[in-house]
Structure formats: C-alpha cells, structure tokens
C-alpha cells in the first residue's frame, strides 16, 4: 500500500460531512483493496444505491463526477497492490497522518511553559483512565527518573481524594483523549479549586477546556481513533508527551543526565 493514498486521504478529509448514504460508499472505497467492476451500475447493485448517490459523492470528494474518481482510484489502488501489504499499509498510513498531524500542532512557547511549571512546581500528579492512564503511567515513570516528585494516578478514588489534597504547589497533567472523561475532569475541576495548577493533553479543542487549564497540549486524532481498533490511542500522546520530555531533559541537560545515570544504575543494581 502507498504510505500516501490521496484519494483514501481525500474521502477521509469530507467523511463527516457525508449522508449516511455516502459514507457507506464512503466505507466500501476507503476499506476495498481489490480490483473490480467499479462500474457505476455495478457499485449501485452492491452497496444498494442509486448511481446519482455515486455522483454526488465523488463531487463531494472533489471530483467532477464518478467516472473521474474511479479512473483515479483504480490508478492509485493499481499502485498500492505493489507494495506492501495492505492491511499493514494501511495501520503505517495512518501512523503517518498522525505524525503529520502532531507536527502541525507543535507551539514552541507551549512547550516551553509547561517545562518551566514543571521545573517550578513541588508535585506533579498525573490522571488519566484507560489508554489515557498507561500513558499517564508512562509519563510518570519517565519524569520520576529526572527527580520529580511525581505519581500517576489512574483508580477514581485515589483520583478524588488526590484532588482534594491538591494546592498551589501542585501541577495536575491531565490526559484525555477525548477531552471528555468525566472521572479525569471532575478532579481537574475539585484541584483547579483548590489553587493547582492545570495542564490537559488532549484532542479536545473546546472552550471549556481551554478556560478550565492553564495550558492545554493539542493531540492529533483521527476518526473513531478512542476504540483502538486500528491504531493504539496512546499513540499521539506519547508523541507530545516525548516531546515534552526532550524540552525538560535539555532545559538542565547536566543535571538531569546525571539524576537519569544514577536511576539507571539503581535499576542495574542487584544489591
């Protein structure tokens, strides 16, 4: 499969402004690696549509109608039926877009703010749930190596009472992917109260949101990305979240090194 397939790429950009009767041919195209009759009369017959919905469909994918948009589909899947496989072809496309995706989101004086309250705060908790919360795992671990006080914190109850603890020295990273788990938000909400100081990871870009967190870390997403059917959802955290990383690490390069090696060697130590 072609890592870049423009006219899949093109049916995903216009899906959510389809009826549901061009997404089901929406589908049929984006899922299809075989060729076929993709006469307009055959594809009628199979998706039980009409072969103006065809049309309208291909217009909407910015085609000038059907027979234009299966000439180029036909090219590409020609294409795609050389490479690799397509079911991996199509898992690596999608890594791609998201990478495309997050390197677009990337705000340098983000990054930098959220490493200076990092460095400044006396206790970081990390909340998460689900995939959210192996991420917040992950953050945690990694950001303990430098030094920091930190914990993630995954189970509701902990979660709440944590919140209720929480101060102005205290830096809550939230993670979310959909920016709407009511768990992660409820303790977001009961800390923020209580004088901490916020940071959500998140694809969510709504103003609540924004007003809620002293600073929010945009993540790229996908269509029904939250299931996890194709492509792990921590993916596109753990992008921004190695990122955030490598700002911090690089910020007190020789301390933090030095604070890294003696973990290191701690976890080598058999004594």
């Known amino acids: 499969m072609k890592l870049e397939n423009p006219?899949?790429?093109?049916?995903?950009?216009?899906?959510?402004?389809?009826?549901?009767?061009?997404?089901s041919i929406a589908d049929f195209f984006t899922a299809n690696h075989e060729q076929e009759d993709f006469s307009s009369k055959a594809i009628a017959n199979r998706l039980f549509v009409s072969e103006a919905s065809l049309s309208r469909f291909a217009k909407k994918c910015g085609y000038k109608g059907f027979r234009e948009f299966i000439y180029e589909y036909e090219r590409v899947l020609g294409e795609n039926q050389n490479e690799i496989g397509f079911y991996a072809g199509r898992v690596i496309e999608t890594y791609e877009e998201l990478l495309k995706k997050s390197r677009e989101l990337i705000d340098d004086g983000r990054m930098q703010r959220v490493e200076k309250m990092l460095t400044e705060c006396?206790?970081?908790?990390?909340?998460?749930?689900?995939?959210?919360?192996?991420?917040?795992?992950?953050?945690?671990i990694r950001f303990m190596r430098m030094g920091m006080d930190i914990e993630a914190i995954t189970d509701n109850h902990i979660m709440k009472m944590s919140s209720a603890l929480a101060d102005s020295d205290t830096l809550i990273m939230a993670i979310?992917?959909?920016?709407?788990?009511?768990?992660?938000?409820?303790?977001?909400?009961?800390?923020?109260?209580?004088?901490?100081?916020?940071?959500?990871?998140?694809?969510?870009?709504?103003?609540e949101l924004l007003t809620l967190c002293d600073e929010v870390i945009p993540i790229a997403g996908i269509k029904n990305m939250a299931a996890g059917t194709m492509i792990s959802p921590q993916f596109p955290i753990q992008i921004m979240i190695d990122i955030l990383f490598t700002y911090f690490f690089q910020t007190d390069f020789g301390n933090r090194l030095n604070l890294y090696n003696e973990t290191l060697a701690a976890l080598y130590d058999n004594q």
Do not use: C, H, P, W
Not at 122 to 140: D, I, L, P, T
Not at 179 to 204: D, F, Y
């Open 122 to 140: 006396k206790r970081v908790r990390v909340y998460g749930k689900g995939s959210s919360g192996y991420a917040a795992q992950e953050f945690s």
């Open 176 to 207: 979310s992917l959909s920016g709407t788990t009511g768990e992660v938000l409820s303790a977001v909400r009961r800390a923020r109260k209580n004088g901490a100081k916020i940071v959500m990871i998140t694809s969510n870009r709504s103003a």
């Open 7 to 23: 006219v899949v790429r093109q049916i995903l950009e216009v899906y959510d402004s389809l009826t549901a009767v061009e997404k």
